[in-house]
């Protein structure tokens, strides 16, 4: 059993937790992930480690509340304790010393892109983050990227907060005034790490994005998570998360993600009328 010990609401619908989990967290590195079951009959959720702290033996865990097991592991409090944590899994980034480098992070997906930017920054290269969300209500981590970044750049959809538009205008705006980019990162929604491929792509900048498919077992035994990458079937459980940006078939990664749309419409629809309304 893994306890809560520190459980914070970072913005509507968006919590983070730090979980005790001292085997994990002495073995964890920036892009893998971890698996949790809010209880023995709950769904498998894959969240990315977004920081870990193996002195303290915790790790760190940032998710939005979008369906029905989220919503779930939302209501626990501190204290109370997660029955199913696993990890870390998952193919680590490639941490070297590249030069200047770029880490963009959309909504929920600043907290996945935070390690890598830590560790990017630790090898000695030069860090220019980009974050971004919808509105400034829901930008998170703003004052944890700044110090593990060279720069921060902030863009907001609605424009209340920093650049007016979406992080691939900064991207681009980045690429052209400075040069020299060795290789980016983007981790976000699937259309905004498609949109980051395709903002580097003319540009041939390397391109590494973290998918997060539908995902079971998290050994690479069910097939769930898999992707295409290249023309190859790849699992991003075992052979991720992170993948070419440039390689990887957006099409088929977004038509897998919406597979199951309409049976967690009918669990979040059993869960809000509690059971008496005939739904199901």
């Not at 890598?116 to 981590?141: D, F, M, P, Q, Y």
């Amino acid at each position: 059993m893994n306890r809560i010990v520190t459980k914070k609401v970072l913005a509507p619908t968006i919590k983070l937790m730090e979980i005790d989990a001292p085997k994990v967290a002495a073995k964890a590195k920036a892009g893998q992930f971890i698996i949790l079951r809010v209880d023995s009959e709950g769904e498998r959720i894959p969240l990315t480690i977004a920081d870990y702290d193996k002195s303290k033996g915790t790790i760190t865990i940032i998710f939005q509340e979008v369906g029905y097991s989220t919503q779930k592991l939302g209501l626990l409090e501190e204290g109370q304790a997660i029955p199913d944590f696993v990890g870390p899994l998952g193919q680590p980034s490639e941490i070297e010393n590249y030069g200047r480098v770029i880490c963009v992070g959309g909504g929920v997906g600043v907290a996945p892109v935070y390690p890598i930017a830590k560790a990017l920054k630790e090898a000695g290269n030069e860090v220019i983050s980009i974050i971004g969300a919808r509105t400034k209500e829901l930008l998170i981590w703003e004052e944890e990227m700044r110090k593990v970044s060279s720069e921060l750049l902030i863009a907001t959809d609605d424009g209340s907060y920093g650049h007016k538009g979406f992080v691939t205008d900064l991207l681009k705006q980045v690429i052209e005034e400075r040069g020299n980019i060795a290789k980016v990162w983007g981790i976000g929604p699937v259309v905004m790490m498609r949109a980051v491929a395709e903002t580097t792509r003319p540009y041939n900048i390397s391109t590494i994005v973290s998918m997060n498919p539908i995902m079971v077992d998290g050994t690479g035994m069910c097939g769930a998570c898999r992707v295409s990458v290249g023309e190859e079937t790849k699992f991003a459980c075992v052979d991720g998360p992170e993948f070419d940006g440039h390689l990887v078939d957006w099409n088929l990664a977004l038509r897998r993600l919406a597979m199951f749309k309409d049976e967690e419409k009918r669990a979040l629809a059993r869960q809000n009328c509690g059971g008496g309304c005939g739904c199901h």
